[in-house]
């Protein structure tokens, strides 16, 4: 039901994706996000909150600088180094072992990320707002989730065909560059450009999308965490969604998905392990 793959990941083990489901937590270190906006921007704050991600299951942070929710204001570069820089920086010098993502479009951000420590450019753009991205990425050959947001689309294509497009654009970048299509995890990007009925139409159709793509299908990540399609669906608030997103994230691994980018982890995480256990059979020590 799951594809397997294993992904490289520089001066670490790499990252395996099949059965078992990955939790990425959210670390978001900026005054303005949706839904955690200055909670954890300070230095300290974060790294308590990373440490706490990472015992209740998360196998990989997600480090953010700037917020792309509908309406928020763009960072410059700068600005961004100086939020998520200290914060990177703190991670490494403590030890944290779980590898490190820099949710960024800024290829000099994701460059400097990198050389501070972190393996996974996770890129809204999909390598495609900035050519130079698929540059740092084969660099380094740090693996890229590269997330569908066709802010120009044709309404009247039907969505999934674009987005195998899309993501077919994606690859062709990423090799052309240098880096592997054994290196990209693709985002649906659910809530990005889509209508609440399209979110749910991607989220029924996950598997097709990686295996649409080439015969060799790519692993998917689900972000769905307290978005709007939760929202809009059951009219609550973000702090009020984390029902709505454990069935999103169950959906997801149930349709093949491979990780899962969540604010809570040890809610998701414990609500994975009672679908993997449904589906595949309870764990040797059980």
């Given at each position: 039901m799951h594809t397997q793959h294993t992904i490289p990941l520089p001066g670490r083990a790499p990252l395996t994706f099949g059965q078992t489901p990955l939790v990425m937590g959210i670390l978001n270190v900026t005054p303005d996000s949706f839904s955690d906006g200055g909670q954890h921007n300070l230095v300290d704050s974060a790294l308590a909150h990373a440490r706490q991600m990472i015992a209740e299951g998360a196998a990989i942070i997600d480090v953010g600088g700037e917020s792309t929710r509908p309406?928020?204001?763009?960072?410059?570069?700068?600005?961004?180094?100086?939020?998520?820089?200290?914060?990177?920086?703190?991670?490494?010098?403590?030890?944290?072992?779980?590898?490190?993502?820099?949710?960024?479009?800024?290829?000099?951000?994701?460059?400097?990320?990198?050389?501070?420590?972190a393996s996974i450019i996770n890129d809204v753009h999909g390598l495609q707002g900035a050519p130079e991205m698929a540059e740092v990425a084969a660099l380094h050959q740090v693996p890229v989730i590269a997330m569908h947001w066709q802010k120009d689309r044709d309404h009247r294509t039907p969505l999934l065909d674009d987005m195998v497009r899309y993501f077919q654009a994606s690859v062709a970048l990423?090799?052309?560059?240098?880096?592997?299509?054994?290196?990209?995890?693709?985002?649906?990007?659910?809530?990005?450009?889509?209508?609440?009925?399209?979110?749910?139409?991607?989220?029924?159709?996950?598997?097709?999308?990686?295996?649409?793509?080439?015969?060799?299908?790519?692993?998917?990540?689900?972000?769905?965490?307290?978005?709007?399609?939760?929202?809009?669906l059951l009219d609550n608030q973000p702090a009020e969604r984390l029902a709505g997103t454990i069935a999103t994230?169950?959906?997801?691994?149930?349709?093949?998905?491979?990780?899962?980018?969540?604010?809570?982890?040890?809610a998701n995480r414990d609500a994975l392990r009672v679908a993997q256990a449904t589906l595949y059979g309870l764990p040797e020590d059980r």
């Amino acid at each position: 039901m799951h594809t397997q793959h294993t992904i490289p990941l520089p001066g670490r083990a790499p990252l395996t994706f099949g059965q078992t489901p990955l939790v990425m937590g959210i670390l978001n270190v900026t005054p303005d996000s949706f839904s955690d906006g200055g909670q954890h921007n300070l230095v300290d704050s974060a790294l308590a909150h990373a440490r706490q991600m990472i015992a209740e299951g998360a196998a990989i942070i997600d480090v953010g600088g700037e917020s792309t929710r509908p309406g928020s204001q763009p960072v410059g570069v700068q600005e961004e180094l100086d939020r998520v820089m200290p914060v990177i920086d703190a991670l490494i010098a403590a030890g944290i072992e779980v590898p490190l993502s820099i949710d960024t479009y800024k290829p000099l951000v994701a460059d400097q990320a990198i050389q501070a420590g972190a393996s996974i450019i996770n890129d809204v753009h999909g390598l495609q707002g900035a050519p130079e991205m698929a540059e740092v990425a084969a660099l380094h050959q740090v693996p890229v989730i590269a997330m569908h947001w066709q802010k120009d689309r044709d309404h009247r294509t039907p969505l999934l065909d674009d987005m195998v497009r899309y993501f077919q654009a994606s690859v062709a970048l990423a090799e052309r560059a240098g880096l592997g299509r054994d290196r990209l995890i693709l985002d649906p990007g659910f809530g990005f450009g889509k209508s609440l009925a399209e979110n749910y139409q991607v989220l029924q159709q996950l598997a097709g999308i990686g295996q649409a793509i080439s015969r060799h299908a790519c692993p998917i990540l689900v972000g769905t965490s307290r978005k709007s399609m939760i929202g809009k669906l059951l009219d609550n608030q973000p702090a009020e969604r984390l029902a709505g997103t454990i069935a999103t994230t169950i959906i997801g691994y149930i349709n093949g998905g491979h990780v899962f980018r969540v604010h809570d982890v040890k809610a998701n995480r414990d609500a994975l392990r009672v679908a993997q256990a449904t589906l595949y059979g309870l764990p040797e020590d059980r």
